[in-house]
């Protein structure tokens, strides 16, 4: 079969408007076609009911070669193949199925987008904990995270050349049209008023600090799947309604100063990307954060009582039977957890506020003899192996 002329990989990075630009390549993949470019949605390629292509890099059994030869059977006249996964950003332990892919085309380019570290930090940490899948504090968390950006250049330097990689920064004073779907389609000489559907929504909303606290601390409930959602879409509600569902709201998670360090500490590194890769001097042109008055008086407990029991005073308006199973778990937590003082301390005030303000713990402490001891065999196993 004949190859694509140019094949464009979209890495990422996490945290840079990946999953909007997906859904919009999904959504108009058919007028991307007309333009000669191929949004492949081969089963090997796509799992059903998403628009990324995550499966080409998760599941080491989809076999790389029948992979390509599924996106070429799409191919049709298209002379273009885009693939877009953030998980390529850190695609490093298995080169032979990028070259797989590689053999799909003439030519390899690569796209990635840039976003300022401190703001890429506290947002990868957000979407770590509303995953589940953190319970550090985001001091401990930037150990599991590359923040020098060279590192990340280099590797896919040394597989397609550095002449082959886009760089873009994540800033809305860079974007082409000022939106980051005319931006992407800049590197292909289009734009969104020629036809493309754009969405009108998308709403991921930020967490604020108190509810991001808290939200990493019931992480350590170890809570089934149902459980976890309903409390992570009560307290998403809950930051709607606090207006903190702009794409580039501050998490309010890194001080000030904390974040100044950042950008100093990656200024060079950023720089030299710019030089590199955009012909300029700087890759960040945003204005730094500025200190507030909030700064001086910033709260070192971000989850005081107080926030603690605004929070549960809404989740009981909203669900009381959730709270009501929450504190079965925070109660069972509390007796055989084995984390420090501070989880310790803020899970039982947490469990002494429920039971403050929930109107029927006395009837849920009797119907929940046995559901506590079910709870409590279950966090065993997982806490202690």
Not at 192 to 208: A, H, M, Q, T, W
Not at 250 to 261: A, M, N
């Amino acid at each position: 079969m004949e190859k694509f002329e140019t094949l464009y990989l979209h890495i990422g990075t996490r945290k840079t408007g990946t999953t909007v630009l997906q859904n919009f390549f999904y959504d108009n993949k058919e007028l991307l076609m007309k333009k000669g470019i191929l949004y492949p949605t081969s089963d090997l390629l796509m799992r059903k009911g998403t628009t990324h292509h995550h499966r080409v890099v998760e599941n080491k059994r989809v076999d790389g070669i029948r992979t390509r030869e599924q996106i070429l059977e799409e191919k049709s006249k298209a002379k273009v193949c885009l693939i877009s996964s953030e998980i390529l950003e850190d695609f490093r332990d298995n080169t032979d199925r990028l070259q797989e892919l590689f053999k799909l085309a003439v030519n390899i380019k690569v796209i990635v987008y840039l976003r300022r570290q401190d703001s890429y930090l506290e947002s990868l940490y957000c979407q770590k904990i509303k995953m589940r899948r953190c319970k550090s504090d985001i001091y401990d968390f930037e150990d599991e995270v590359c923040l020098d950006y060279c590192i990340l250049l280099d590797f896919w330097s040394g597989l397609v050349g550095k002449e082959n990689i886009i760089v873009r920064p994540y800033e809305k004073e860079h974007f082409v049209g000022a939106n980051i779907f005319d931006d992407f389609l800049s590197i292909f000489n289009l734009r969104s008023v020629e036809g493309f559907r754009i969405l009108k929504s998308f709403s991921n909303p930020s967490l604020d600090s108190a509810a991001l606290e808290f939200r990493r601390l019931v992480n350590f409930l170890e809570l089934p799947r149902d459980l976890h959602v309903k409390v992570g879409r009560l307290l998403e509600v809950r930051s709607l309604d606090l207006g903190k569902d702009k794409t580039f709201s501050d998490h309010g998670i890194l001080t000030t100063q904390e974040k100044i360090t950042y950008i100093k500490k990656y200024e060079e590194s950023n720089n030299s990307i710019a030089k590199e890769f955009l012909k300029t001097d700087v890759l960040f042109t945003a204005e730094l954060p500025r200190f507030l008055d909030k700064d001086k008086d910033k709260e070192t407990d971000c989850l005081s009582v107080a926030r603690i029991e605004e929070i549960v005073k809404y989740l009981l308006d909203e669900d009381s039977d959730l709270v009501s199973i929450l504190s079965i778990y925070l109660q069972v937590y509390l007796k055989i957890g084995l984390v420090d003082e501070y989880v310790m301390d803020k899970m039982n005030i947490m469990f002494q506020i429920m039971n403050t303000y929930n109107e029927n713990k006395k009837s849920i402490f009797v119907s929940s003899m046995f559901k506590r001891y079910w709870i409590y065999l279950k966090m065993k196993r997982k806490l202690h192996g």
